[in-house]
Nanobody, 125 residues
Framework: QLHLVESGGGLVQPGGSLRLSCATS????????IGWFRQAPGKEREGVSC????????QYAASVKGRFTISIDNAKNTVILQMNSLKSEDTAIYYC??????????????????WGQGTQVTVSS
């Protein structure tokens, strides 16, 4: 059975960094596209980044490009979201999600079929 478990969230000051992890099990990462999404209070869920490892494709939302990096640790079946230069507007619950496929790497949440439970990221001084 497919499982996604996020970790690494917490409280950080503006300008700081956090490393989110999405531990996966029950499926072959190579056959799936993996995305990170976030949802702030009172706002819609938005796509942050996604990766299709088989075709080495990544995508980033304009708001995080140059600050966030998505990667896959294949040895650990874990998807990483390295977040640097964090801003208060990055505060949200962060979710990882997957769908079976490769190639296109969309940031539209309706495309993804399986979701983790989320991890809270708070950027505040």
């Amino acid at each position: 059975q497919l499982h996604l478990v996020e970790s690494g969230g917490g409280l950080v000051q503006p300008g700081g960094s956090l490393r989110l992890s999405c531990a996966t099990s029950g499926f072959n990462l190579d056959e799936y596209v993996i995305g990170w999404f976030r949802q702030a209070p009172g706002k819609e869920r938005e796509g942050v980044s996604c990766i299709s490892d088989r075709v080495s494709t990544t995508q980033y939302a304009a708001s995080v490009k140059g600050r966030f990096t998505i990667s896959i640790d294949n040895a650990k079946n874990t998807v990483i979201l390295q977040m640097n230069s964090l801003k208060s507007e990055d505060t949200a619950i962060y979710y990882c999600a997957v769908f079976r496929g490769f190639g296109l790497c969309p940031l539209t949440s309706r495309t993804y079929t399986n979701w983790g439970q989320g991890t809270q990221v708070t950027v505040s001084s």
